[in-house]
């Protein structure tokens, strides 16, 4: 008796395209997908990987703010992440302390103000959970909206300034003396950086945000590429965990940010075999 | 020769740099001329290598000025004039997934500006610098598979497919081996002859930079200038070796 189980499995197949909260799940992670890795490439080259999870733990003290003053907590989220890319940035060249220690003490101060703000509101709630660990459920109308058109803005930035990024991740030093903003450049990195976290936190959540940054690009760096085509394989291998990802989470009822970085993980695991010496 | 050596590109005016309480360099002046091939030695730790982030607006000076090609560096914006070779060999990530190609095609952003992408010319150049050095077969390779020698030629030809008048080198031999080394010495020699390039060039082996450069500094704190680097050499060698003779070797016997 094959047969009629493979016509519920079939029909189960499609399932997903008859939820609008699914479809705006699946479109926003595409979204998340295309970009989290341009820009990782860039933070992982530079060996600043750090900055995207202390950054995510940035945006869940927005959150927080968000949910206590009922404010759309995305753009709660957005508007601290920006803020404290900035400050941490300036902290940074000030050489005041030390970069790492920059991060961890955003990464555990933006913590401490989330959980503070968080028992201000009574405590965790579901949507706060969701947050966390990232589900397509989260996805509202006006994210998505958000979440394109940001996107969009992000895209078309590292578009322009590809050129520059290029040469300032390569080689810093030389980058400036050929004339380049390298400061500005520099800046302008961090902030995009915290605008990707931000938008991705619906759906990866804050916990798994720089993994989806991180993986596919070091997925990607194992076949010695091109710079051009290490981006064009870790697009690929960030589409592929998203999708997958959103739709094995769907259909067996899993967290959709864990099984899409544990989607990644595999694909990365792969890529380790695929690496002569 | 047709090049004007009397012309200054470069003019150092008592510069001096302190880093935190230590002072680093001393009231330096240098003029470097167009078409000069400089060689500038000294020790570790001497001041060579802050003197030329100095010139190259990488670092400010405590005090004096700096100009290049007439104008102050502060206010300079010219810097597709100016090229630069790091030493990079011994620290730049081997990992890093970029072409030759694509390495030297940085040399043309700056010139390029913001917001614009290489066009046909660019990558013309591109390969025209490419093939000034001999590297051309090389440029699909990833940098770093390839050995120092050939690394530190692809550096040379991003300097130069800025098309710069003035080309400053940090150390280029560091992980260099002997055989690479000459041919890097001819090299540039063609650079400053052919292409009346003016180059500054940093490197502690004396007596390789002595038989090539066309002038000499000594930076130790600070500066002594020759534009006889053979007979330049020879004197500081007669005051070491004078020197040497209140040197006396204390043996323990235990």
Known sequence: ?277 | MSVDHSLNIIEVNKVSFAYKESLVLKEVSLNIHKGDYLGMIGPNGGGKTTLIKMMLGLLTPTSGTVKLFGQDIRTFKEWSRVGYVPQKVINFDVNFPATVFEVVAMGRYGKRGLFRSLTKEDRRVVQESLRQVEMWEFRDRIIGDLSGGQQQRAFIARALAGQPEVIFLDEPMAGVDAQAQDQFYQLLKKLNRDLELTLVFISHDIEAVVNEVTEIAFVNRTLSYDDDPKKFVKEEMKKLYGESKFIHHHHKHV
Do not use: C, W
């Open chain 1, 1 to 277: 008796m094959v047969s009629p189980n493979l016509f519920i499995t079939t029909t189960n197949m499609f399932e997903l395209f008859q939820y609008s909260f699914a479809i705006r799940g699946l479109e926003a992670g595409i979204i998340i997908g295309l970009i989290a890795p341009l820009i990782g490439m860039f933070l992982v080259l530079r060996r600043y990987s750090l900055i995207a999870d202390t950054l995510a733990h940035v945006s869940l003290a927005g959150i927080a703010i968000g949910f206590l003053l009922q404010i759309n907590p995305i753009v709660t989220a957005i508007a601290s992440t920006v803020l404290s890319s900035v400050v941490i940035e300036r902290l940074r060249i000030s050489r005041r302390v030390y970069g790492e220690s920059a991060l961890a003490i955003f990464l555990s101060g933006s913590l401490a103000l989330a959980v503070v703000l968080i028992s201000l509101a009574h405590g965790f709630n579901v949507g706060l959970l969701n947050y966390l660990f990232g589900s397509i459920v989260t996805v509202k109308q006006t994210d998505l909206y958000i979440i394109g058109g940001l996107g969009a803005v992000v895209a078309a930035l590292l578009f322009l300034f590809y050129k520059e990024l290029v040469y300032i991740t390569f080689d810093e030093e030389s980058a400036q003396v050929s004339g380049i903003p390298t400061r500005a450049i520099n800046t302008l990195l961090i902030v995009l950086a915290a605008l990707t976290v931000s938008l991705s936190i619906p759906i990866v959540g804050v916990l798994l945000i720089s993994a989806l940054m991180v993986i596919p690009v070091v997925t990607a760096l194992q076949f010695r590429q091109s710079f051009g085509k290490t981006i064009v394989v870790a697009e690929l291998v960030s589409l592929f965990s998203v999708i997958v990802g959103i739709a094995a989470s769907f259909y067996f009822n899993l967290s959709t940010g864990g099984t899409i970085v544990l989607v990644s993980l595999v694909l990365f695991a792969l890529s380790l075999g695929f690496r002569k010496r």
